[in-house]
């Protein structure tokens, strides 16, 4: 089993990155850091049991896992995103949902790469770097509300993954130049869904200022960072 006491989940985007910390003397947030300080900050230097890297792409789609081909797979990602010639494209299975995330990770893919090369785990292994959307759908699965909402906000991207009970109901990256735009988008989808947000509890995976809990609160029943 993994020592959670020991473990550092870092998010990546255009800007730079931030990471979250949990160790044995608590929890503990980096705030948004920039590229020049990979390799002085302190807490990147040392080995954890566990490591994620998540990086902000919109550049993915989930897929049926039987529908799902390896040789098909730019070609079926192309199908929903643009993709340059340049970008590379990658799968990883989902089995909570039965289902394979295809992406592309060429958003930030030279700084996540940085970082998979200097935050290293105990054993000595690397982490690959995979979507914000992965671990969304990871960690959407330990909430135990009826209704589960998660979104991350970053770079001008809403990235919000909704289930009911154990039914994945949405996974989409919305592209939301500011955050009363991303507002939209989730309750439009909420009202698409029929899911009344005064009953539902909104999870978030990046930071949000006071301004923004505070109009999320408006609507919903309890606002987390998580």
Request: one cysteine or more; charged letters at 25%.
């Amino acid at each position: 089993m993994t020592n959670m006491k020991d473990r550092i989940s870092i998010q990546v985007g255009l800007s730079g990155y931030s990471f979250k910390i949990q160790a044995e003397d608590g929890q503990r947030s980096s705030g948004w850091m920039g590229a020049e300080r990979i390799f002085t900050t302190p807490e990147l230097q040392k080995r954890y049991e566990d490591v994620e890297i998540a990086v902000f792409t919109p550049k993915c789609t989930l897929i049926p896992s039987q529908f799902h081909h390896p040789l098909h797979a730019r070609k079926s990602l192309s199908e929903v995103v643009e993709l340059s010639d340049e970008d590379p494209v990658e799968f990883i299975e989902v089995p909570e949902f039965a289902a394979v995330l295809l992406y592309s990770n060429a958003i930030g893919e030279a700084m996540s790469k940085m970082l998979s090369e200097t935050v290293i785990r105990t054993d000595g292994s690397k982490t690959v770097p995979l979507p914000e959307i992965y671990y969304m759908l990871k960690r959407i699965c330990r909430i135990p509300d009826y209704n589960k909402i998660m979104a991350s906000y970053m770079d001008g991207w809403l990235h919000l993954v909704i289930a009911q009970g154990k039914s994945l109901l949405l996974c989409n990256s919305f592209k939301a130049p500011d955050f009363t735009t991303a507002e939209y988008f989730l309750f439009m989808v909420m009202k698409k869904l029929q899911l009344n947000p005064e009953v539902s509890s909104m999870y978030f995976r990046t930071d949000l200022s006071e301004e923004q809990e505070m109009s999320l609160y408006r609507y919903f029943k309890n606002v987390e960072q998580i």
